[in-house]
């Protein structure tokens, strides 16, 4: 997210598609519409291709990784440096990963204002339904701004 606290991407998916699977497009995407300096995500975000990806493109990147992951994983250097940082100086990488707050804030909101579900049952129905509550919160975090 921009410092603004717009939305600046999304993807809408059926509930089986696995979020982790999506990054590498939403950093695409967002990356036409603004300079991505980092990203922050959860353990569904965990994987050599996000790692390598991210770390190619020289994006900060701050995952929380698997409890059962090995330092020894070959291939993908970015990941290891993540688990050795979040072993070794845990304190540092919580103040770090707890900026997910502001992420996290956003999808509250939405979910506080126009409720957790959407009313449609058609895919194109939902990704037009929630890109209308996504401009709509754009819109007001705006709006606040200006005042």
């Known amino acids: 997210m921009p410092s603004s606290s ?3 991407d999304f993807q809408v998916t059926r509930e089986y598609i696995h979020d ?3 990054l590498g497009g939403l950093v695409e995407e967002s990356s036409k519409r603004v300079d991505v ?3 922050i995500g959860e353990r569904a975000y965990d994987s050599r291709r996000n790692f390598n990806l991210l770390d190619e493109k020289g994006i900060k990147l701050i995952i929380k990784v698997r409890r ?10 970015a990941r290891r440096r993540a688990l050795t940082v979040q072993r070794e100086n ?15 804030s956003a999808f ?9 579900y959407v009313t449609t049952k058609n895919l194109k129905n939902m990704v037009q339904e929630i890109t209308l509550k996504v401009f709509l919160y754009n819109l007001f975090i705006g709006m606040t701004r200006i005042t």
Do not use: H, M, T
Not at 68 to 77: H, I, Y
Not at 90 to 104: F, N, Q, S, T
Not at 108 to 116: A, N, Y
């Open 6 to 8: 717009q939305i600046v």
């Open 20 to 22: 982790g699977a999506r």
């Open 37 to 39: 300096k980092g990203v």
């Open 68 to 77: 059962n992951a090995v330092k020894r994983l070959r291939g993908c250097p």
């Open 90 to 104: 845990p304190d540092v990488w919580r103040r770090k990963y707890g900026l997910r707050w502001i992420a996290e």
């Open 108 to 116: 509250s909101w939405l979910k506080r204002v126009f409720g957790e």
